[in-house]
């Protein structure tokens, strides 16, 4: 199953200052802030694309960047992360699957990594503010692994890397 987003401009603009508190993620030592994001919580799967906007932290190479988020429709709760393979075989389980998008911001090239196909072990904190937009935190560091590789990639990029995940949404 593939799942492509674009993200655009929002409605719900950035994080500042609109009363829903900071939202970043920090993949291995690069730091990112949201800066637009887009959500479809219908039928059986909740999708979400959050992405950085500008210059996307300046980090050469590495900057811009792109949370993708699909889970299961089961509403706010832990969820375990899977591949997106479980995700779609077990539709009443609370699975997720997050793919993180580097070097979006420049035209050098991009790398994607993604949810591993291991057997699913990390908890993943989802909720649901009042306007009924979901929330994904990821408090202790999980590891994506290199998954699709655009323009060439990024020189020296690593085959894994740590992602942690501050009120994405």
Known sequence: MGLLFSCGKSSSGPSSGN??????WSLSNYTYQRGASSQNPGGNFVSMAVSTSGNGGNYGAYSGSSLTILFNN??????T??????LVKYLGTKFITIDCTVGIAVNTGAVMYSTTGQLPSATVDVSKDPDGKYHVTIKDSVTLIKNIVTGGGIPGAASSYKLEINNAF
């Open 74 to 79: 089961l509403g706010p709760g832990k969820y």
């Open 81 to 86: 992360l899977a591949s997106e393979d479980t």
């Open 19 to 24: 009363g829903k508190g900071n939202s970043n």
